[in-house]
């Protein structure tokens, strides 16, 4: 009988760049920069490093295929280094690698990094995929973006719930004001202006009803994290230790575009997380949750999310939200470190930069944006569209 | 017998007012302000041929078995494809036979719709074939500021021809054939080259028209005064009135030329008008059709009883009445190619058609088929191997489960700023089907300010991608809200 993942790993070290434009920067310098923090938090040799994981998406215009380019820029000793891809999940997927290697046993040290560049597009906006959706479904998909496909939920989401879609809307100005204000406290953060919730509102429209407020930042960074076991992480002197107590992934079987839902929820991340609080022994979501990093890719996204986590009850996320119950001063503040919003999202490196969040407020690191005695902090991915997604949960805790 | 057992015409959403052509471009040719009156249609800028033909032929196909058909005849002066039957894809869109039926494309005269008729019907009458739909459809690319362009619309018809339920007997026909070049257009070109308008009227029209309806009523020993409606096409209006007066044709029986309410549309133009005569039609009403284009075809028909037991899904009145007026020249001019506006870098990504691929899915593609689980009932879209219903999942059980047809809601939708699009935003979303299923759709035909959640949607057959790199046409199925009436 499975066990389950929690508190067989812990995080050794951790490091993650400044996201943003980072128009000087390949993913090189950036995967090496995010690495020489993690190394030195770590406090091990490069050489220490049995197995290593790498998470990209847009592989095509940034790092080519396979892992080659973590084991070439970081000149890692001849291990294993497999490239991983699945969405905005690819980060997470990362790590999700990095972790079963050391909880099988068959390492004991193992490397999760993660990397975008997406600044070498010459556009705004994630890069365009027509050529990456398989041959078959590029003889009928529609013209989608990222931002519209996730625009439509909130249609979907105003007529399930038979509330004026303008409302929704301003619950996700709301939701937009908050991780401005959390990324403005964030000296690593991709965008830190705080705005108001009129220039939320106002802002030009991108995918109706999303305007650009809506939407997050487009950036280049990289992220990464060095796993062992408690006993090891012991043995190498961490008093203060940081575990994985679940790691969730679910996809879409095709469901949602071809059979029967509500295009108000997402059914991934409602099964993922409901499996990721039986994997850590979390009973209550709503009471033992301390705070959460997830994947607000758009402002509706991080809405609905809410209800999938168990945590808003079903049609009530926008009166939790404008209540203040995920600001930082909340009951469970959502994006402290800025989201991606404002943190940014370079999709490889995304999943670890939340998870970066979340070890080192437990570690009382997080400076300005410091929670009080954080117990249990959730990361989440959803990679795709809201029709067809791949999600991730995972949730670090202190280990006892 | 044998005749027509059904028709439909299509004329498409947009129509440009004339005087908005020559607020726009009379400073560089005011001759076009002559020909000031009316309007003309514009397909919209997902449509061509091929898509306006499929629309006529549903059109035309109300209640009737497509799987009966023994061909599809699809004639146009613009088809997308030089070597690739273009009827073939109308056919494929129609979900219509591929084994036993015999498709062919029509084209290189703007006769070539009724030249197309005739073979149809002579086919029918020798006995070997049995049911023939003949789609003619012209979108035509006029230079700005030209008489072309004013006029010119965009257009299609169907008739479908049979031995059963006629609904007007085919009574006779007559052709003449001359190298009479008014205009040309050479492989390759984009846009016709014409000669002196005042020759092509007086010489053309004028002279073609009447010597053919002659020779046709010498041949038959018909008398023009037999016919309820003479159908011929001539956009030049006074010349069109003068060929009646010349035939002794009384002017309450010619059909009008449809120069005011939506251009010439070309190869379609006598067969869109023949579907307007046959609406208003009475039984026992004789219909003299004529089709001109380096020469003239004459055809008639005598309408029998059935003819009230027959409705187009959309009748030309109708089509001619939910218009929107599109008030805009720049618009027109990009949605025909004839200015350049960025796309965005984004727009430039041109990935190649797997041709493997599309024979593969061709069902799923250009006929919008879907499956229905034979052990659960589900129908679905797109098709994969197994079941989609949880409690099922059944491998490979399915039998074709066809969505063109079947009424839809919108679920969910948006209007998207960020996808490249000529027609910005570009709106689209999730579809629930009546009878089960969805389908996650481009939309068309809207303005995203009309669209709204609940609201019923149709399933309409447009260009999906057009790739100028290598001259491929890609279609699919796009969702129409019902925005307007």
Redesign the interface.
């Known amino acids: 009988m499975a066990s389950g993942i929690k508190d067989k790993v812990a995080i050794l070290g951790m490091g993650c760049t400044r996201f943003g434009e980072r128009w000087m920067d390949g993913p090189e310098e950036l995967m090496v920069e995010a690495f020489q923090e993690c190394i030195k938090d770590a406090g091990i040799e490069k050489n220490q490093i049995q197995a290593a994981w790498m998470g990209t998406c847009f592989d095509e215009i940034m790092v080519g295929k396979s892992a080659m380019s973590a084991s070439m820029a970081l000149r890692l000793p001849n291990i294993s280094v497999t490239r991983v891809e699945n969405f905005c999940a690819s980060g997470t997927e990362a790590f999700r690698g990095a972790v079963y290697a050391v909880a099988s046993g068959a390492v004991d040290i193992a490397l999760a990094i993660g990397v975008e560049k997406l600044k070498d597009i010459g556009y705004g906006g994630l890069p365009e995929f027509s050529s990456a959706i398989g041959t078959t479904n590029s003889l009928w998909f529609p013209n989608l973006t990222a931002p519209g496909g996730f625009a439509m939920l909130a249609t979907g989401y105003a007529a399930k719930y038979g509330v004026d879609i303008m409302d929704v809307k301003r619950a996700m100005a709301h939701i937009s004001v908050k991780s401005h204000a959390n990324g403005a406290k964030n000296p690593k953060a991709h965008l830190r202006k705080p705005v108001t919730e009129e220039q939320v509102m106002n802002s030009p429209m991108i995918a109706f009803p999303l305007g650009l407020f809506d939407c997050c930042g487009v950036s280049d960074g990289s992220a990464c994290a060095i796993v062992t076991t408690p006993e090891i992480a012991k043995s190498l002197g961490k008093k203060d230790i940081v575990s994985v107590k679940a790691l969730q992934l679910a996809l879409s079987n095709g469901g949602e575009i071809a059979y029967q839902w509500d295009g108000a929820h997402f059914i991934t991340t409602t099964k993922a997380s409901k499996a990721a609080y039986e994997e850590a022994g979390i009973k209550n979501p709503r009471e033992d949750i301390s705070m959460m990093e997830v994947h607000d890719c758009f402002s509706v996204t991080e809405l609905v999310t809410m209800e999938d986590l168990h945590i808003s009850e079903r049609g009530k996320a926008p009166k939790d939200i404008m209540d203040g119950f995920y600001d930082l001063d909340g009951k469970v503040p959502c994006q402290p470190d800025g989201g991606l919003k404002c943190f940014g999202h370079p999709i490889g490196a995304s999943g670890l930069r939340m998870l970066y969040e979340m070890y080192n407020q437990l570690l009382g690191r997080a400076g300005d944006r410091q929670l009080k005695d954080p117990k249990f902090g959730l990361t989440h991915n959803l990679g795709g569209f809201p029709m067809m997604n791949v999600c991730s949960i995972a949730i670090v805790g202190k280990y006892n | 017998m044998v005749g027509i057992t059904a028709y439909g015409g299509y004329v498409p959403r947009y129509r440009l007012s004339r005087m908005t052509i020559i607020q726009n471009m009379a400073w560089y040719f005011p001759v076009i302000m002559a020909v000031a009156g009316g309007e003309k249609a514009v397909a919209n800028w997902d449509e061509d041929a091929i898509s306006m033909a499929v629309a006529a032929s549903y059109n035309c196909m109300a209640g009737k078995n497509r799987k009966a058909l023994d061909g599809v005849f699809f004639a146009s002066t613009s088809m997308p494809f030089t070597d690739r039957l273009n009827a073939g894809i109308i056919a494929a869109a129609l979900n219509a036979p591929e084994e036993g039926s015999m498709h062919a494309d029509f084209s290189s005269s703007l006769k070539a719709g009724t030249t197309a008729a005739i073979a149809a019907l002579e086919a029918i009458e020798s006995g070997k074939k049995s049911s023939i739909l003949v789609a003619a459809s012209d979108l035509r690319k006029a230079k700005m500021a030209t008489m072309g362009e004013m006029f010119i619309g965009d257009g299609a018809a169907a008739l479908l021809f049979g031995n059963e339920d006629v609904i007007a007997e085919f009574t006779g026909s007559y052709s003449m054939n001359y190298d009479f070049v008014d205009h040309y257009k050479g492989t390759g070109k984009d846009f016709d080259y014409a000669w002196e308008e005042r020759w092509v009227r007086d010489e053309g029209y004028g002279k073609i028209i009447p010597m053919a309806i002659q020779s046709f009523l010498k041949k038959t020993g018909a008398s023009i005064a037999d016919f309820a409606k003479v159908v011929y096409p001539c956009y030049f209006s006074g010349t069109h009135r003068e060929i009646a007066k010349r035939l002794g044709i009384d002017p309450s029986k010619v059909q009008d030329n449809l120069h005011n309410v939506c251009g010439d549309t070309g190869t379609s133009h006598p067969l869109l008008m023949l579907t307007a005569a046959l609406e208003g039609a009475k039984p026992k009403d004789r219909i003299l059709l004529a089709g001109f284009g380096q020469g003239c075809d004459v055809l008639s028909f005598e309408v029998t009883d059935e003819i009230a037991k027959f409705k187009p899904a959309r009748s030309m009145t109708a089509s001619l009445a939910a218009k929107v007026d599109m008030n805009n020249y720049q618009k027109y001019a990009k949605f025909k190619d004839l200015i350049v506006a960025d796309l965005?870098?984004?727009g430039e990504?041109n990935?190649n058609?797997?041709l493997?691929?599309?024979w593969?899915?061709r069902k799923?593609?250009l006929g919008f088929v879907g499956n229905k689980c034979t052990k659960c009932g589900?129908p679905?879209?797109?098709s994969?191997p197994m079941c989609?219903?949880?409690e099922c999942h059944e491998v490979g059980q399915f039998e074709d489960y066809e969505f063109a047809d079947k009424p839809g809601t919108i679920?969910?939708?948006?209007?998207?700023?960020?996808?490249?699009?000529v027609d910005p935003?570009?709106v689209?979303?999730?579809v629930d089907f009546a009878g089960g299923?969805?389908?996650?759709?481009?939309f068309t035909d809207c303005d995203?300010n009309q669209v709204k959640?609940?609201m019923p949607v149709t399933m309409s057959f447009r260009r999906?991608s057009r790739d100028s790199v290598r001259g491929f046409t890609?279609y699919?199925w796009k969702a129409v809200p019902k925005v307007e009436g």
């Open positions: 965005g870098i984004r990504a990935p058609t797997s493997t691929a599309l593969r899915k799923m593609v589900t679905q879209f797109p994969l989609v219903k949880p679920q969910m939708f948006t209007g998207d700023m960020l996808s490249p699009s935003p570009a689209y979303g999730l299923g969805k389908a996650f759709l481009d995203l959640v609940g999906r890609g699919f």
